[in-house]
């Protein structure tokens, strides 16, 4: 949270904020997320709201601005121009 709110680079995160240096807590992220960890966390805690009935689907949103697009991501159509003229090619 602390790279996410401030924007500073993880090498330049103070070890006294995470318990370690900031390199070590990226590696340690990585690792993680490769294992699954957030995942598994995630649906850990959706099931103990639902039990606890703490868990209101009624007013919700989904934003997926999270999420990676790989390359542009799938085209299901081409990309037509907005320009009202296209512009000359200069190659």
């Known amino acids: 949270m602390y790279v ?10 103070p070890a006294e904020m ?14 993680w997320t490769e294992a699954g960890v957030w995942l598994r966390l995630h649906a850990a805690l959706l099931t103990e709201l639902c039990r606890a009935g703490l868990l ?14 790989l390359k542009g991501g799938i085209m299901s159509a081409l990309r037509l121009s907005t320009a009202l ?3 000359p090619s200069i190659t």
């Open 85 to 87: 003229v296209p512009a």
């Open 56 to 69: 209101d689907l009624d007013d919700c949103s989904v934003d997926g601005s999270h999420v990676r697009a």
């Open 18 to 31: 995470v318990g370690c240096s900031g390199v070590t807590a990226w590696r340690r992220l990585r690792d």
């Open 4 to 13: 996410l709110r401030t924007g500073v680079a993880w090498r330049d995160v």
